[in-house]
């Protein structure tokens, strides 16, 4: 007996073939055409983002009516303005002035409302492939779709948006945590893969070094907050979402932190917090490719669509694949799959039986269940909600 699985992400997709758009926000230049091959750093498509007006109430800076502050204006549309320069100025007794709070270019003053806009210049704007592989559509003004062969792992948790590098393994198995001393220059420019777990300064060091981004187990939350620099936990704000980004806050807000992480840096734990190992067939599908360059993306969603960090093992052209559409997970007897459920998390196990119907499982819980048999033996009836398939 086996059933489809409800959350169609596994933990582990093997011999797949892979698809990503990548696309600009608004439109641009494209820089390829179809069956042109790709490599990560590539550029697809360019363009230039136009900042959004800033506006300043000019009238209330120099507690004058909107009209008697345009008496005072110091500059015209369309004159470039430096960040904190004066736009007006009150003399006299009681003197007042208006400053630019950003560099740009000053769009005028509205003297109905007392308010002034600047615009700052306009800023490229680029989308790179991100893989190596082929461009097999392109979408006009926009960008393209790159589809390469690959093995893909997802993570449980991510910080940083996408990266590439080639791949360094660490240590020599799931459970080995990564240290500082254990570090050396030999990490610049890779993605380096680890075990049970890092600490901050683990973390700092591969930062030093060069290293892009690491892919480790499991974190613990204070060696987590200690590496992003809050002063407490308490400041960390978990599922705020930036402007610009659908990834979680990473860099956090200068105002908050003790120190800065750079923005290009990405961290993928496979597993959760704490000390936990991580699981042999995940550890073994990303270390047998130690030395090649991959793909990782650690931007992690909650809402709007859940999105989990992604490792991206591109294979060679001659490889059996999978379309996406072959891939939805199964619990079948047999199938090794993580625990979600209280007291259990992040623990592996193989399915021995698929009871028909709902039945009562170790919580008291009636529902759909699944007997599981623990790596030391153990078995235990799980709800299937409480399942991940791993591959």
Not at 50 to 62: G, Q, R, S, T
Not at 246 to 271: G, N, Q, Y
Not at 275 to 288: D, G, Q, S
């Amino acid at each position: 007996m086996s059933i489809y699985y409800p959350i169609p992400q596994p933990t582990i997709a093997a011999n797949i073939l892979l698809r990503r758009e990548r696309r600009l926000p608004v439109p641009g230049e494209v820089m390829v055409r179809a069956g042109a091959r790709v490599e990560p750093g590539d550029v697809i498509a360019t363009s230039m983002l136009k900042a959004e007006p800033v506006v300043v109430n000019i009238a209330a800076d120099l507690d004058l009516s909107p009209q008697a502050t345009a008496r005072r204006l110091l500059v015209s549309p369309g004159a470039q303005v430096e960040r904190g320069g004066t736009l007006a100025q009150r003399s006299g007794r009681g003197s007042r002035v208006s400053r630019s709070p950003i560099a740009g270019t000053f769009q005028g003053y509205d003297s109905a409302t007392g308010t002034g806009q600047i615009v700052a210049p306009s800023e490229p704007v680029s989308v790179r492939a991100h893989l190596k592989g082929i461009v097999t559509d392109v979408i006009p003004y926009y960008g393209a779709t790159v589809e390469t062969p690959a093995n893909l792992v997802r993570g449980i948790f991510g910080l940083g948006g996408e990266q590439h590098g080639v791949l360094k393994v660490s240590v020599t198995s799931g459970d080995e945590p990564i240290t500082a001393d254990s570090l050396d220059a030999r990490v610049a420019y890779s993605i380096v893969l680890g075990g049970s777990d890092i600490t901050s300064d683990a973390l700092r060091k591969l930062i030093e070094l060069g290293a892009r981004g690491v892919i480790t187990g499991s974190i613990r939350s204070r060696e987590l907050g200690d590496f992003l620099g809050y002063k407490s936990l308490d400041a960390w704000r978990m599922g705020v979402v930036r402007a610009d980004s659908k990834a979680w806050d990473f860099p956090p807000p200068t105002s908050t932190v003790d120190r800065a992480v750079p923005p290009d840096f990405v961290l993928i734990v496979t597993e959760g917090f704490g000390a936990v190992p991580m699981n042999r067939r995940v550890f073994e599908t990303i270390a047998a490719y130690d030395g090649q360059e991959i793909a990782v993306d650690g931007s992690t969603r909650l809402r709007g669509g859940l999105s989990r960090p992604e490792i991206i093992i591109p294979l060679a052209r001659t490889t059996t694949v999978r379309r996406p559409g072959e891939i939805s997970p199964r619990l079948a007897v047999g199938s090794h799959v993580r625990l979600l459920s209280q007291g259990f998390l992040g623990q592996t196990a193989q399915i021995a039986d698929l009871p028909a119907g709902p039945h009562s499982s170790q919580s008291g819980i009636v529902s759909p269940v699944a007997d599981v048999q623990m790596a030391d033996g153990q078995k235990l009836r799980v709800p299937l909600v409480d399942l991940e398939a791993i591959e």
